[in-house]
């Protein structure tokens, strides 16, 4: 696991490839103009200012994040882009959020939900400071082809634990992130819906995109050399390491796809 400063280093790098898939998903929500939002777990605010974008000038959103460091990064992202009268931070736990019900139009969780904590007094916590009649919605990472040729290694480099993260070997699948809707109708949310977001990049890559694949890689499979063959390690090396001849990145022809999958619903009025 990176440490917090190349964690967040990566984090900034890999954003060109899922802004504008996140922008989409944003958008898709169609929260109201206006609105009062929360972004729990918001990390480093890469989000805060889409949605911004979404809800205009008289909106707010408040990002919520347990760890300080992010929160710190968090403010800069948006003083940077000119939101601090919009955005404020606090930092707190999504599993007992620090407000009183039905505080919000909205709540919004990204790459947080189920990942890896019990999903469902999260979603039940983000239900309880939304207003009725207002929108939850949660949102994940939810597949890739990144290595074009290759898909037999890439599906065992999926399947380390890295790769499957946080789905743990022995998790019940009803805790599979894409079991979400179950969750949502567990806690009684209405209008259930899920849509999955797609990004693609294909050559001749911009330097910020190839950077960007670069730190995905290294994000997606962390420290999985034991738990392949060697055989499989040799060629993950060969075509993942930036410095190899045979880096894929370099390839005339590469194409690639990620995506993201969203769920959201209503808090019963």
Known sequence: ????????????????????YLRAAIQALRLPVGSRGLDAGCGIGLQVPLLV???????????????????????????????????SFREGDVRRLPFDDNTFDWAWSADCVGL???????????????????????LAWSSQMLLPGHPLLEAR???????????????????????????????????????????DVQAPLSDE??????????????NVESELSQEDWVEYQR????????????LPDYYAFFTESLFHGRVAK
């Open 157 to 199: 480099l999926n399947a380390t634990s890295s790769g499957i993260a946080p789905f743990v070997k022995g998790k019940r699948p009803e805790l599979h992130f894409l079991r979400a809707l179950g969750w949502f109708r567990d806690v009684g949310l209405d209008e259930l819906t899920a849509q999955t977001f797609v990004g």
């Open 116 to 138: 890896p904590l019990e999903p469902l007094p999260l979603v039940e916590e983000l239900a309880r400071v939304v207003k009725p009649g207002g929108t939850v919605a949660i």
């Open 53 to 87: 974008e979404a809800i205009g000038p008289a909106g707010h959103v408040t990002g919520l994040d347990l760890c300080p460091e992010f929160l710190v990064h968090a403010e800069r992202i948006a003083e940077k882009a000119g939101l601090s009268g919009q955005v």
């Open 209 to 222: 995109i190839r950077e960007a694949l670069i730190s995905l890689f290294e994000m997606r499979w962390v």
């Open 1 to 20: 696991m990176p440490d917090t400063n190349e964690y967040i280093q990566r984090l900034r790098e890999s954003n060109p490839l899922r802004e504008p």
């Open 239 to 250: 075509l993942c390491e930036p410095e190899s001849s045979d880096f894929i990145l370099n």
